[in-house]
T-cell receptor, first 114, second 111 residues
Framework: DTGVSQDPRHKITKRGQNVTFRCDPISEHNRLYWYRQTLGQGPEFLTYFQNEAQLEKSRLLSDRFSAERPKGSFSTLEIQRTEQGDSAMYLC????????????FGPGTRLTVL | GQQLNQSPQSMFIQEGEDVSMNCTSSSIFNTWLWYKQDPGEGPVLLIA?????ELTSNGRLTAQFGITRKDSFLNISASIPSDVGIYFCAGPAGDTDKLIFGTGTRLQVFP
């Protein structure tokens, strides 16, 4: 039984560069979520998908952020023109049809913007 | 907006002791989730609760869904060193499935 996987686990980039993260959910889960977590805080919701449809986006998701789930399987989160304030752990989660609110998280991608 | 407050903020206990922590909200939740997070890792789901009054165990962990639906409790019995980490409660916000997380309880276990 494979869980949620994320790639890369760590990313260091310079301010102004674009970065892209990938998430592979648990295979039978149709919902996929992105969260951001800064040091000492709990995760904060960014956006989520049901199959390939993006159903909700948080106000935290500025125009520089875009997420896709083109075939309803894996998802990508892209940050354009990164800023130092984007440094955080980006977490992906997925949930099953039976309990869409019960989310299983991946190991996260730690982004550091220099 | 909805907020979840966890207490205590941190705990320092000796191996073998039992631990209790709780999570409270000013509004009703229909699901309560408890997660454990290790440094540099994602949260791991420990227990999910779906009904008011529900009591669920997972090994040495027991969690309860408060009758008022505004609180939940997590107990850890006979703590061991690998219980060290941050414990978060979480629940879906309003009618959506996006989770709101509590402030976290940091647990330290000394041998």
């Amino acid at each position: 039984d494979t869980g949620v996987s994320q790639d890369p686990r760590h990313k260091i980039t310079k301010r102004g560069q674009n970065v892209t993260f990938r998430c592979d959910p648990i295979s039978e889960h149709n919902r996929l979520y992105w969260y951001r977590q800064t040091l000492g805080q709990g995760p904060e919701f960014l956006t989520y998908f049901q199959n390939e449809a993006q159903l909700e986006k948080s106000r935290l998701l500025s125009d520089r952020f875009s997420a896709e789930r083109p075939k309803g399987s894996f998802s990508t989160l892209e940050i354009q023109r990164t800023e130092q304030g984007d440094s955080a752990m980006y977490l992906c989660a997925s949930s099953p049809r039976s309990h869409t609110d019960t989310q299983y998280f991946g190991p996260g991608t730690r982004l550091t913007v220099l | 907006g909805q907020q979840l407050n966890q207490s205590p903020q941190s705990m320092f206990i000796q191996e073998g002791e039992d631990v209790s922590m709780n999570c409270t909200s000013s509004s009703i939740f229909n699901t309560w989730l408890w997660y454990k997070q290790d440094p540099g890792e994602g949260p791991v789901l420990l227990i999910a609760l779906y009904k008011a009054g529900e009591l669920t165990s997972n090994g040495r962990l027991t969690a309860q869904f408060g009758i008022t639906r505004k609180d939940s409790f997590l107990n850890i019995s006979a703590s061991i060193p690998s219980d060290v980490g941050i414990y978060f409660c979480a629940g879906p916000a309003g009618d959506t499935d996006k989770l709101i997380f509590g402030t976290g309880t940091r647990l330290q276990v000394f041998p």
